[in-house]
């Protein structure tokens, strides 16, 4: 991209942004500097060098799905601010249909 391509009008009104004349003159040559050195990246040679999406090989970060122990009721229910038994008392939030 040459100097002087970049409309850093335009890119303000996509962007719903209000510039002053001053703060166009400074963000002008900021951005095409910003572009400048986008352009420069993509002239990097990464032939033979696989796409990823993570900085370091992942193969499954899930642990696997086993029964284990639970906590026992009184831990689990310890800070509970209402329970019935054994059970957590919330809210009801679902409502029913109107008539």
Do not use: C, W
Not at 40 to 53: A, L, N, R, W, Y
Not at 78 to 98: C, H, Q, S, T, Y
């Amino acid at each position: 991209m040459q100097a002087g391509k970049i409309d850093v009008g335009y890119v303000a009104e996509l962007a719903r942004l209000e510039l002053t004349a001053e703060e166009r003159a400074v963000f002008q040559p900021q951005l095409e500097s910003i572009v400048g050195y986008v352009e420069k990246i993509s002239e990097v040679d990464v032939e033979g060098i696989e796409p990823m999406m993570h900085g370091r090989t992942l193969v499954n970060a899930f642990r696997e799905d086993e029964v284990g122990e639970s906590l026992p009721v009184e831990t689990a229910l310890g800070n509970a601010p209402a329970r019935v038994g054994d059970e957590f008392l919330l809210p009801k939030i679902v409502e029913g249909a109107e008539s």
